[in-house]
C-alpha cells in the first residue's frame, strides 16, 4: 500500500514507518487496499467565499483503491484514529464508488459508477459543509434544535429499539405459552409506542 503526499502510512522496506501497527492490522490493509492518494484539501484557502467553522477548519479526501469491493471497514476506522484530522474517503473498486466518513460512527453511501459519483459542497463556513457532507453520505437528517452528535444519538437509540421489536415480534410468533406470548406481546406494544411517540 502506498500513501501520496501524506507519508502517514507510506511503507519502506515492508515495514511502516510512522505507526506501530500490529501485524494483524497491516496484514488487513494489505488485504483490502492497494493505494491511498490525498486528491483534494478543503478550506477556506481552497474554496473562495467559504468562511473558518468553529470546529472544522479544513477536511481531506482521500481516495482510497480498493483490492475487493467487500473490504474490512476496521480498515477505515484505524485510518481515522492514526491520521486526526476531518476526512471523507473516496473508496474506489474497479470502475465503482462508494463515499464514507467518520463522524461519531462510519456511515458510507451505496457503490455507484465512478463516472456518476458526486458529493456537492453545501454551507457558508466548514462547521455547515461538513455537517452537509456527513448528513448525505449518512442519508440522515439534523432536526430543529440539535446537534448533529445528538442526532446520530438519537438515530442510533431508535435503531436499537426497532431492533428489539423486530426480535420480539419473532418472538411473540414462536412463543407457544399463552402467558409468556401476552407478557411479549406488551411489552412489544410499550416498545412500539416509545417509538411513535419519539419519531
Known sequence: MMVERCGALQKRGGS????QLKSAQRDRFDADISRIDIV???SPDTVP???????VKEFYVLLVSLKRELYDEKNILLLTKLIKQHMVFALVFEDMLRF????DKLFSTDWEPLA???LPLMGIDMDKVWEHIVTTI?????????????QITID???????KKIETLEKKVRTERQPRRKYELY???????????DNP
Do not use: P, W
Open 16 to 19: 511502516y514507518i510512522k505507526f
Open 40 to 42: 483534494n484539501v478543503v
Open 49 to 55: 467565499g467559504l468562511k473558518e467553522g468553529e470546529h
Open 100 to 103: 464514507a466518513v467518520v463522524h
Open 116 to 118: 456518476d459519483a458526486a
Open 138 to 150: 449518512g442519508g440522515f437528517e439534523v432536526m430543529e434544535g440539535v446537534t448533529i452528535e445528538e
Open 156 to 162: 442510533g437509540e431508535r435503531l436499537k429499539v426497532i
Open 186 to 196: 406488551q411489552q412489544l406494544c410499550k416498545l412500539k409506542k416509545s417509538l411513535k
